[in-house]
Structure formats: structure tokens, C-alpha cells
């Protein structure tokens, strides 16, 4: 076990973990921040994602000993009242429908308007591509991404 300083959310949390743990399992079982989801373990589905300073990363295959000192923003600190405009998107566009893989989505949607704040279709499908929606709304998801885009302008 080591012990680790993180910036989480705005806030130095300390950690004692396994350097080769994931930070998935640190911000759920360590920090008790579960709106981070588990899918697969290996990186594919994007339920994990979170950010490491502002890009997208999936928290199921990093190290929390690879973190160093990068912000890690989880969906709980991405607005403490939901008035993200993603997640005002989300609701106004009726995104969710079991809802499991909509913390990944938002996160890397987020990571996505920072890059590129006003993104064509493509642009979003190329983005978004590795995020899994298994109940299939990413013609809501995309909808969403744009009227949020609009409203951040």
C-alpha cells in the first residue's frame, strides 16, 4: 500500500491504495464517489469516465499511482446542482433511459465541448465513439451535446 495526495473535484484527498490500483475502484470504494460506473474492465464501454485535467480518460484502466498531481474530475464534480449545461441538456432531451452509462457519456461529452465547443455531427460521433449506450439513445446523446453546445455559446 502507498499513500496518495489527489485533487479530486476540486479537493486534496488522501488515499492509501495499491499503486496498481484503478482509480475507478479508488474514487468508489476509497472516496465513496460512485456515480463513476463500472462496465467492462478493460477501457471499451466508457461507464468510467472521468477526467485527468480536462481530457476524457476511462478510470477502470488508471493506475491511481500514474494520477500524480493531474485535477481528476468525477460527474459529481463536474456541478454540485446539476445545472451543467450537459446535464440540462440530458434532462431537456430525455437522454437516459436505464441511466447506467450516462455519468460516462456526460463526462466524455464534457471533455468533447472543451476540445471543440461547437461540434458538427461528426465531430460528435467521432468524439463519442467507445462511449456504449446500450439502450441505444445516441440520437438523444447527440442532441443533447449540440443544445448544450448552443447554450454554452
Known amino acids: 500500500m502507498a499513500n496518495y495526495t489527489l485533487r479530486i473535484n476540486g479537493e486534496l ?5 495499491d499503486p496498481d490500483t484503478p482509480m475507478l475502484w479508488v474514487l468508489r470504494d476509497h472516496i465513496n464517489l460512485v456515480g463513476t460506473k463500472f462496465g467492462c474492465g478493460v477501457g471499451q464501454c ?10 476524457a480518460v476511462r478510470s477502470c484502466s488508471v493506475p491511481v499511482s500514474s494520477v ?3 485535477q ?4 459529481e464534480g463536474l456541478s454540485s446542482d446539476g445545472s451543467h449545461p450537459l446535464q440540462q441538456a440530458w434532462i431537456e432531451h430525455d437522454v437516459p433511459q436505464c441511466g447506467y452509462c450516462q455519468a460516462g457519456q456526460i463526462m466524455n461529452a464534457a471533455a468533447l465541448l472543451k476540445q471543440n465547443p461547437d461540434p458538427s ?5 467521432q ?9 441505444g439513445t445516441y ?3 447527440r442532441a443533447a451535446i ?8
Open 13 to 17: 484527498r488522501q488515499v492509501d491504495a
Open 46 to 55: 466508457g461507464a468510467c469516465t472521468i477526467h485527468l485535467g480536462d481530457v
Open 68 to 70: 500524480g498531481d493531474q
Open 72 to 75: 481528476v474530475t468525477t460527474i
Open 121 to 125: 455531427d461528426s465531430d460528435i460521433e
Open 127 to 135: 468524439g463519442m465513439n467507445g462511449n456504449i449506450c446500450r439502450c
Open 139 to 141: 440520437v438523444r446523446i
Open 146 to 153: 449540440k443544445t448544450a453546445a448552443e447554450t454554452s455559446r
